[in-house]
């Protein structure tokens, strides 16, 4: 897929991830739109799959570590063509058809779903990527090609249970385990280096035996500095090396911006988990519908 | 169900130690190896499988990832890392392989919340062995000591909590987990455990077994605990009391039917675990006598405090939870 087409294709996923907000009012706006060009080239250019079935054991698979991003990742689904659209509007909702215990509905942060093509339960941090090692070692032992993507984030990286996996996943060398860092320098409460000290970040996961692909800017030196991880041609290639890789799992480190997208909440630490109001909703909608018409006039 | 031992043999083959006594672990890994063979599962360890008796599996079906097993390896190694074992656990149940996560009972709590996670709320079936269950772990002390896990599993949504007494029912135990849905939780004395059963029991889960009968009083025991219940029952028929014993090996769900049955002729059931005495045995007893229609007075003895390092038996004696201990506080409530 070509470069304009999938920018169209992320600017479309943030429309969607600030209408299931919006809709919702509730949900993780910030770290859903950092990750829209991670989301795209997974879903576009490098994941096999049949849309047709979602549950297919054939298909390669992706885990959100970070599980709060399901705006983001059900909006990629979504034009994925794994989740129908009536599914969106249940994003948060209650299904009161079904019996306690059952629903044929979107949580906040993914369950286990293999008919939508969700293979995993997160939205605890970390536990994402010790269960996307476990979906390895299967893989692995069933002998499928399949491979496994899990993004993982810079708060998610806090927990303990992350390093246990970080270093389990290179025991086991699981070379069908690709990882991708949406690196925003964000979490929750405030920035990282505020809540607590993550760097080097690289430099760990490469003395716990990770091939690292990219590196980590700091926050306060990325003024201007162009990000790989809203760059598709980067990612691409990042990818291709990653796929290369034998023996052992690969950490592609994605430099991004938190609330991407939207200049009003751009690496704002407010809008980790706020919804916007009426007015601030279709304002937003108008500008990212009109950078859509650029896009595809070929203007971005 | 009835199972009737000779109460009088059994403390005398006790007292005389010829009883058979056997690491109720060691049929745990037995039953592993053998089920090994019929079913497809898979076995992690978190650096205790010496201990919990998984090595025989890993020589019998390889360790994955490692020569010349690599890919074909049914056997984990996790590193000394609970946390991610029951998550990863997730991965594998996710794509049809079972898990088998093995550990202390203790150790597994850390685990708890990533089991929620990654096993619980995606509904998967696994197997669960927390192995040195209790105070009577003995000499590690109390950080080695679960007196909480019981509680923790039992809260669990679509659990079978199980706690065998000796070696047969432990391999029968484990057999028959393997044919239950949801998280089966077994829990496992440290302990070579005097034999109670042969091979005429049949176990069955969520059936309770009356080992001695009675009428008045009915103790109400598991694991460990239960033939400690045998030599106190003994002292208290001395006494000219007739206490029935129930053993329950399932914990959860509890087998209301013998409960009730129970309820009808014992003005007072007295349960005794090796655990907190809130949230375990006690509670699982009490929760389905309160569907019962006869309100009966019930005592619940566990484990009020953390303990301490020394020999099983010391630490039963000084906790209570050996045969004098047990019978003392049946003494002392009949009294009050």
Known sequence: MNIPEKKRLANRLRQIALHLVYKAQSGHLGGS?????????????????????????????LVLDKGHATPGFYAAQYLAGLLPEGLLKTYRRADLNSRPGEMDALQGHPKYWPERGIWFSTGSLGVGLAQAVGLAMAEKMAGRGTRIYVILSDGGMQEGIMWEAAR?????????????????????????????????????????????????????????????????????????????????????????????????????????????????YERWMTALQAEEATIAAGEL | MKYLLDLARFVDEFEKKSIERRYVRDAFGEALCELGAQKDFVVLGADLDKSTKTLRFRERFGEFGQEPWNEKGRWISCGVSEAFMCAAAGGLAARGLKPVITTFARFLERGYEPLIQSLAIPGFDAFILGSHGGIATGQDGSSAQAIEDIALFRALPNVTVICPADFEETQQATRAAFERSGIVYMRLSRNQLPKLFDEGYSFRIGAGVELVCGQGITLVSTGETTYQALLAIAKLKREGLNPRLIHLPTVHPPDREILAEAARDSELLVTIEDHSPRGGLGDAVLEALSQAKTPRRVVKIGVERYAESGTPAELYRKYGLDAEGIAQQVRRVIVE
Do not use: C
Request: glycine share 6%; proline share 6%.
């Open chain 1, 33 to 61: 739109l950092s990750a829209a060009e991670i989301l795209i080239e997974l879903y576009f250019e490098q994941m096999r799959y049949d849309p047709k079935r979602p549950a297919s054991f054939e298909n390669d698979i």
């Open chain 1, 168 to 280: 389990n996943a290179v025991y086991h060398k699981l070379d069908n385990l690709t990882a991708i860092l949406d690196l925003n320098w964000i979490q929750n409460d405030d920035f990282v280096f505020k809540t607590t000290e993550l760097r080097p970040v690289g430099a760990k996961w490469k003395s716990f035996g990770w091939e690292v692909i990219g590196e980590e800017i700091p926050f306060a030196e990325r003024a201007g500095a162009p990000l790989n991880g809203h760059d598709f041609a980067w990612l691409s290639q990042a990818f291709a090396q990653a796929k290369a890789v034998r023996g052992q799992p690969a950490l592609l480190i994605a430099n991004t911006v938190k609330g991407k997208g939207i200049p009003e909440i751009e690496n704002d630490p407010d809008w980790h988990a706020k919804a916007p109001t009426r007015e601030q």
